[in-house]
């Protein structure tokens, strides 16, 4: 199975729809975002956004990350997912971009996604999740 | 003649497919003929070549010659170092290549 | 130099284990080499034509000698008793088998060394000046900024998965050694009118098939924000790069097809959108690591004087030795261009002579250039003799640097599966001709670079004689360029014309420099000439 999710609240229902579907329809709570597509067209509607879904069509085109990071930056706190070419060695790179939920075209095993996940105990750098980089452990 | 080469998958070694196994010396190279797709993928899948290719190649009385000095090079070893290929004792060995 | 702390030393330990997973995954048949390529790479490990390579990064080209000794165990151990140092100043084995390759890099792990991003679409080992912290030219020791650089985007996680490699220099003189404007983004450490340090930052460089000399996109960005600048620059190009042709996926690409000033702007944006984040690493952070960079303790009151009375040892200190910071010491170039042998290549046992010279002579410090040499980089100018008399016996005391003979050239045909040509035998080729100390002398600075394909490991766009090996209908041709460069005042070769075979482009290049000393006046270097005359007469003279 390739579905992860990393929330405490209840899974959202409604299907997401494109991005120029969601910017027609006031009422739409869940999008989708394509490689490609401006992460910054949703900024304006973060309030009513529930689920946003982000592609990954194939595992290389790492534009996603960079989307997840820009609706995180600009306050976003509902579920962001990752969907489509989604490799165990890419996870601990998208949790710490902000998505908190994995819809992976593959099959993935809970232990190894468990391992990857867990890999690295400390970071380096700053980005959207709430790990310390190693410079503020080091400088107390 | 077409034959097939890869790397072993664990050593990295270069391979030719014999036929029914895989041989470190192209002079064992077999004539795949229209096959080579389907012996690359049981091979592949099977973990026992990586990055395996068909290479066009000239039958010899010294065994099957690649047609690209680039499989040449591969069948043999570095030009530039005689002493790393796999003939270091033929001091000619190089000519085949070019 | 740096040494890790236990979070380093966790971070390159956590990395081998996780190697360690992914091989086996990809032994026992878990992923296929398609999945398995971008995780490899990411570790250095290329499949090449005759095994597998693995790059070690040498990060901003500094070494002691306990990894050195490493470096020399590893190939003895690992590979076959040698290793080819690079033109981005790492270390490359080319015989290497998958399944050592996890235990390889813990070996490397309890050296602090690693093969972190030295591959694949990532954000690539740092280069930096190979006199950093002993040349008597530069601001300060770029060092504490690479390796602040070398922390920030290692596992980045915004930027692990690029649209291409990005490669990111470090320089703080005006002359430049590291070929500064062909990486995708360039820093230059100055000072601004209030005497405060910061970058003068270019972007979009690159060699390849589209070669780009970087522009420079922001005069001074203050040192405490640069790695939010960085990240600007890595959001805009990793947001609109394309993604459809990995030919045109290089930052480069990008900045041509938006324009510099559009590329400019868009950065300022996003750089403002970092600042506000608050991502850059403190003062106290620059701090502790720049105490590792403080000077070695040189002494005072040492003697200008050394013996030239051996004939062979004065030029090799006329050639080899560079001016230092500290009265009474030397910045001492080991060349690896012996004449007919491989460039860059060293094998296990040289490698331990240059770490013990290293470790006697020179602070425990050996660089990489990216001209393929090591450098001591402070050696007590009483000392020079015993080290070239140590490098003699080793092989390694030839007088060449910067010479016709001190030829950088890529693995080539001989060793990788991307190339169309080999450049070893046409760099052996090259020496042969011009082996004479004579006439290399009074020819003078002059560098040539050899690439057996388009992406320009050799780095053939920056050669003030560039050669570029093309498949012609299945048989290696050489193109012969003139007038690049990768120093400060950077250039792009140009093609002569049509090709040549492999002995063919040798008469070329001599038909060159023999035009070059007709036509020369007194103190020009080739290049020099070369850029008053222009093209014609040399192609005149390649081309009758």
């Known amino acids: 199975m390739g579905n992860f999710r990393y929330r405490d609240d209840q899974p959202h229902e409604e299907p997401a729809v494109t991005l120029d579907a969601f910017l027609e329809q006031p009422d739409a709570t869940a999008v989708r975002l394509e490689a490609g597509e401006d992460a910054r067209q949703l900024i304006p509607h973060l309030d009513r956004l529930q689920l946003i879904e982000v592609s990954f069509p194939r595992f290389r085109d790492g534009r996603g990350f960079s989307s997840a990071r820009i609706l995180r930056e600009a306050g976003y706190k509902g579920e962001l997912r990752a969907e489509g070419d989604v490799l165990i060695d890419l996870l601990f790179f998208m949790r710490r971009c902000g998505f908190d939920s994995f819809a992976s075209q593959h099959s993935l095993n809970p232990v190894d996604v468990e391992a990857a996940l867990n890999r690295y105990s400390n970071v380096y750098q700053d980005a959207t999740d709430e790990a310390v980089p190693i410079w503020k452990l080091r400088h107390g | ?98 | 130099m740096y040494r890790y702390d236990q979070y380093d030393q966790a971070m390159v330990d956590a990395r081998v284990e996780e190697f360690r997973d992914q091989t086996r995954r990809r032994i026992a048949g878990d992923i296929n080499d398609d999945q398995f390529k971008p995780l490899r790479l990411k570790n250095g490990l290329y499949l090449q034509l005759h095994a597998y390579m693995l790059r070690v990064a040498i990060p901003y080209g500094t070494l002691n000698s306990v990894q050195m000794r490493k470096l020399a165990h590893i190939a003895r151990t690992y590979d076959r008793g040698y290793g080819h140092f690079t033109t981005r100043q790492n270390l490359q084995y080319h015989w290497i088998k998958l399944e050592q390759a996890p235990d390889i890099l813990a070996e490397l792990a309890t050296v602090e060394m690693h093969a972190i991003q030295t591959s694949g679409e990532s954000i690539r080992n740092i280069s930096a000046d190979q006199y950093a912290g002993a040349a008597a030219d530069e601001i300060c020791d770029p060092r504490p900024w690479a390796e602040l650089l070398r922390q920030a985007t290692t596992f980045h996680p915004e930027f692990s998965y690029l649209p291409r490699k990005f490669k990111i220099a470090v320089i703080s003189s005006k002359e430049d050694r590291a070929a500064l404007r062909w990486h995708d983004c360039a820093l230059r450490i100055v000072r601004n009118e209030a005497g405060e340090e910061g970058f003068e930052v270019y972007a979009g460089g690159g060699m390849g098939r589209t070669p780009f000399i970087a522009f420079p996109i922001r005069d001074f960005c203050p040192a405490n924000q640069i790695f939010s600048y960085l990240q600007a620059i890595l959001r805009v190009w990793n947001l609109h790069a394309r993604r459809d042709n990995i030919h045109k996926q290089r930052m480069k690409i990008l900045v041509h097809e938006l324009g510099e000033e559009e590329f400019r702007r868009q950065v300022e944006e996003e750089f403002q959108t970092f600042l506000a984040l608050g991502t850059d690493f403190p003062q106290a952070e620059y701090d502790r690591i720049a105490a590792y960079f403080t000077p070695p303790p040189f002494e005072t009151g040492l003697s200008e004087e050394i013996d030239r009375s051996d004939p062979e040892f004065a030029l090799w200190v006329d050639r080899q030795t560079v001016r230092h910071k500290a009265p009474g010491y030397a910045i001492a170039n080991i060349s690896l261009k012996p004449v007919g042998g491989i460039g860059g290549d060293v094998t296990a046992e040289q490698m331990e002579v240059v770490a013990d010279l290293a470790e006697r002579y020179s602070f425990d410090d050996v660089r990489v250039t990216h001209a393929q040499n090591l450098v001591l980089p402070h050696v007590r100018k009483q000392d020079l003799y015993a080290v070239w008399g140590a490098l003699a016996a080793a092989g390694l005391a030839d007088a060449n640097l910067d010479l016709v003979t001190d030829v950088i050239a890529c693995p080539g045909l001989d060793y990788c599966t991307l190339a169309n040509a080999r450049s070893i035998p046409v760099a052996q080729k090259i020496q042969q001709r011009f082996a004479d100390m004579d006439r290399q002398l009074d020819i003078g600075e002059l560098k040539v670079k050899i690439s057996g394909c388009i992406n320009a490991c050799g780095h053939h766009h920056a050669g003030q004689i560039g050669i570029l090996g093309v498949d012609r209908k299945g048989t290696e041709n050489y193109q012969l360029l003139l007038g690049g460069s990768g120093a400060e005042d950077t250039s792009q070769a140009k093609i002569t014309g049509p090709g040549f075979d492999e002995d063919g482009v040798v008469d070329a290049v001599e038909r060159t420099v023999e035009r070059y000393r007709e036509l020369r006046e007194p103190g020009e270097r080739f290049l020099d000439t070369y850029r008053r005359v222009g093209l014609d007469p040399f192609k005149e003279a390649i081309y009758g």
């Open chain 2, 1 to 98: 003649m077409r034959i097939l080469t890869g790397n072993d998958l664990k050593t990295g070694a270069v391979i030719w497919w014999t036929g029914r196994d895989w041989s470190l010396h192209v002079e064992d190279a077999a004539d795949v003929g229209e096959h080579g797709e389907a012996v690359l993928a049981a091979e592949d899948g099977a973990r026992r070549v990586n990055g395996g290719y068909i290479v066009d190649a000239e039958a010899t009385p010294d065994g099957p010659r690649p047609a690209h000095i680039k499989d040449r090079i591969r069948a043999l070893g570095p030009t530039v170092r005689p002493d790393l290929t796999l003939k270091p004792a033929d001091p000619t060995a190089g000519d085949w290549v070019i």
